[in-house]
């Protein structure tokens, strides 16, 4: 079947501008990742969603990132008043029931610029 | 604190030889799970292998195998018979618990070259 997708594969963004970035997990996929990566560094967990249980968001890096999740499938990665410093590649996953010896499974990546 | 580990940056090996790429972890859990993941240039994060804590045989999967050692916290990837394809970032992964469930923590990465 299909795999996690993300969209847009590309954004460029003036500083200061928000945008959203999409995620559609694997159908019936229950559990969704939110994870960041600068250029040549490991990922970063943002945020993790479980069924329709609301997320902690402890992980997102400033108050200017917000995410949520629509009918326990679609999520959206929003950044408002995007700074430089917000350029990677956003990443997104989804693993069946969000347990810890399930295997997650990534979507090819949002990159994200910020002039 | 560093939960994940990766000492080696950059890692050469000849093709078709093996080569082990190291990773250690901290955790004061029992359970959790222990994940190799390969990141081509093209981005994709493709995953590799699985260790999970209670399991007493090391993981293989195809070429790929993980050197399990508990008491080390350690999870070594090694990767037999090398091929051009190999040549890529490796990361390696916890999974750790998480509010309402469990998170992933990954290393720094370690990028391998693999020589003709």
């Known amino acids: 079947g299909a795999g996690v997708s993300q969209s847009p594969s590309n954004k460029v963004t003036e500083k200061g501008k928000d945008v959203e970035l999409r995620c559609d997990p694997i159908?019936?996929?229950?559990?969704l990742y939110w994870y960041r990566q600068s250029l040549g560094q490991g990922l970063e967990f943002l945020i993790y969603f479980q069924g329709n249980s609301a997320p902690d968001k402890s992980g997102l890096p400033s108050d200017r990132f917000s995410a949520e999740r629509t009918g326990g499938s679609v999520s959206t990665l929003t950044i408002q008043r995007t700074q430089q410093e917000d350029s990677a590649v956003y990443l997104c996953a989804s693993s069946l029931l969000g347990h810890d010896q399930e295997t997650q499974y990534f979507g090819p990546g949002t990159r994200l610029l910020v002039l | 604190a560093q939960k994940i580990t990766q000492t080696q940056p950059g890692m050469f090996v000849q093709e078709k030889e093996a080569v082990t790429l190291d990773c250690t972890y901290d955790t004061s859990d029992q359970s959790y799970g222990l994940f190799w993941y390969k990141q081509p240039s093209s981005g994709e994060m493709i995953f590799l292998i699985y260790?999970?804590?209670?399991?007493?045989q090391n993981a293989t999967e195809g070429r790929y195998s993980l050197n399990f050692q508990k008491a080390r916290k350690s999870a070594n990837l090694v990767i037999s018979a090398s091929q051009l394809g190999d040549s890529a970032m490796y990361f390696c992964a916890m999974r750790e618990p998480y509010t309402g469930g469990f998170k992933t923590i990954f290393g720094a990465g370690t990028r391998l070259f693999v020589k003709a």
């Open positions: 159908s019936g996929h229950t559990a």
């Open positions: 260790q999970g804590s209670y399991d007493e």
